[in-house]
C-alpha cells in the first residue's frame, strides 16, 4: 500500500509558476512507476508527466512540455512537479499516482492515488 498526498496548489496568474508536491507513505516509493495526471470540470483525467518504470526517464504530454518538470526525491519519499508560464488551460485538480505496471500515460495503470491539489491559473 502507498498513500500519497499532494500539496502546492493555488491560485496564480497567467505565466507565473507553482511547484506541485506529492509525499508518499507506507511502501517504498522507488519501487513505483510515479506520474502527475490533471482533471478539468467535466473532462476527462489527463496524463500530464511521469517517470518511467525504472526512473531513468521523464515523459511529458505536448501541451506541458517545456513548461513543466517532473522530478523526486527518493530519499523523502516525495515526487515534483514544477509548473512553469502557466496558462488559464492549465486550471485543473491535479493528481500524483503510482503504478506497478502499464503505460505510464494510461491513468488505468496507475493504482495509488492521491486526492489531488486544484491549480487555478486566472487570465
Known amino acids: 500500500q502507498v498513500q500519497l498526498v499532494e500539496s502546492g496548489g493555488g491560485l496564480v496568474q497567467a505565466g507565473g509558476s507553482l511547484r506541485l508536491s506529492c509525499a508518499a507513505s507506507g511502501r517504498s516509493f522507488s519501487n513505483y512507476g510515479v506520474g502527475w495526471f490533471r482533471q478539468a470540470p467535466g473532462k476527462e483525467r489527463l496524463f500530464v508527466a511521469a517517470?518511467?518504470?525504472?526512473?531513468?526517464?521523464?515523459y511529458y504530454a505536448d501541451s506541458v512540455k517545456g513548461r513543466f518538470t517532473i522530478s523526486r526525491d527518493n530519499a523523502k519519499n516525495t515526487l515534483y512537479l514544477q509548473m512553469n508560464s502557466l496558462k488559464p488551460e492549465d486550471t485543473a485538480f491535479y493528481y500524483c499516482?503510482?503504478?506497478?505496471?502499464?503505460?505510464?500515460?494510461?491513468?488505468?495503470?496507475?493504482?495509488?492515488w492521491g486526492q489531488g491539489t486544484q491549480v487555478t491559473v486566472s487570465s
Open positions: 499516482a503510482a503504478r506497478r505496471g502499464g503505460p505510464y500515460y494510461y491513468s488505468s495503470s496507475y493504482e495509488y
Open positions: 517517470f518511467s518504470w525504472n526512473g531513468d526517464n521523464t
